[in-house]
């Protein structure tokens, strides 16, 4: 499918083939049947398909958490919605709140622009709200179809490392502050940090603090070139030697400002950004060997979903690796800007 609609019939497969290859994909999800791909006549087909889509996921994807929370849509205050890859006025969020049963009165923050450190920087923007409102529930919703995204007549690198790379998918986290929460809290402190929690102790982690950081002059390395067409993929190759030289730094003074040492850290949850992505931040944080499986395991199941990528580590960290009560979890995804956003967890 990505050659027949990136590249020139009878046009030369090798480097597609290649990077396919190499990307460690091996399976993915995507919004339409494969053979309605070539069928896309422009960015208003692309983006119809994504509103539909979207709609549908975040659906099924706002039930789930709820439930899993033990929690209804009534309960829900504040739910922000995050994608980069459709646009949609009303906001995919306004669109749910009466087919989902929320409160008219739900405030609504609809996101667009983080792309992949959407899901990291999501749950730090809910742990900023849930500090002013400790009664509150928060929901982030993210959506990415990215597959909708991929171009017409688009061989270029940048292009078909996309094609190779990037799959389609959702997630949903709730969020309860603090006066929310029930149970004992999974740490010994008489002072727990305000932020999110689950409603039963055990289901989830506390958030302790975050930390955001845009890098100077690297506005170029990814984002959208935005044309009649639609969006058209930006991808430096220069992205893991940024990760490279800023991630150890931003890292370990945000765990030292806690009193927090890298070793001391039982679970690394990170956006899985590629192959090359994920080799620089094994080797600058120096991690033990299986630190970061999760992650490739993800990659490897659904491809790079965007800004829900890390909202599946982190809910297949959850679900088959939980570390003990008390321990310490770093958070990590990096995205345009170019920027990282850093979550300390308690589990």
């Known amino acids: 499918m990505a050659a027949r609609v990136c590249l020139p019939p009878d046009a030369d497969r090798r480097l597609l083939d290649r990077l396919h290859r190499s990307a460690r994909v091996e399976y993915r999800n995507l919004a339409l049947p494969i053979e309605d791909y070539e069928k896309l006549d422009g960015f208003g087909a692309a983006n119809d398909a994504y509103v539909t889509a979207a709609v549908e996921l975040g659906l099924e994807s706002v039930r789930a958490a709820l439930d899993g929370a033990g929690l209804v849509p009534s309960d829900v205050d504040m739910i922000m919605f995050t994608s980069v890859t459709g646009i949609a006025v009303p906001s995919i969020d306004a669109r749910l709140v009466g087919a989902l049963g929320l409160r008219p009165d739900v405030k609504r923050l609809p996101v667009f622009g983080l792309g992949c450190v959407a899901g990291a920087a999501g749950i730090a923007r809910l742990h900023d709200y849930l500090r002013g409102w400790p009664d509150h529930v928060a929901v982030l919703l993210s959506v990415e179809l990215c597959s909708l995204t991929v171009q017409r007549g688009d061989g270029s690198p940048a292009g078909l490392v996309a094609s190779a790379l990037f799959g389609d998918g959702a997630a949903a986290v709730v969020a309860c502050g603090d006066r929310r929460t029930t149970g004992d809290p999974p740490y010994e402190t008489d002072d727990p940090p305000n932020g999110m929690a689950s409603d039963t102790a055990a289901a989830g982690?506390?958030?302790?603090?975050?930390?955001?950081?845009?890098?100077?002059?690297?506005?170029?390395?990814?984002?959208?070139?935005?044309?009649?067409?639609?969006?058209?993929?930006?991808?430096?190759?220069?992205?893991?030697?940024?990760?490279?030289?800023?991630?150890?730094?931003?890292?370990?003074?945000?765990?030292?400002?806690?009193?927090?040492?890298?070793?001391?850290v039982s679970a690394w949850v990170c956006h899985p950004g590629g192959p090359k992505v994920l080799e620089a931040v094994s080797d600058v944080l120096d991690l033990p060997p299986g630190a970061l499986d999760v992650t490739w395991r993800s990659l490897a199941d659904h491809g790079n979903l965007s800004s829900s990528s890390v909202l599946h580590v982190l809910g297949e960290t959850l679900a088959t690796r939980r570390p003990e009560p008390g321990t310490w979890g770093v958070l990590i995804a990096m995205g345009p800007g170019f920027c990282s956003e850093l979550v300390l967890l308690r589990w």
């Open 205 to 264: 982690p506390v958030v302790v603090a975050t930390r955001s950081h845009l890098y100077p002059d690297s506005e170029h390395v990814m984002g959208w070139q935005v044309g009649g067409d639609g969006l058209r993929v930006v991808l430096d190759a220069g992205v893991p030697e940024v990760v490279r030289r800023y991630l150890a730094d931003d890292v370990h003074a945000f765990l030292g400002d806690h009193g927090v040492t890298a070793g001391e």
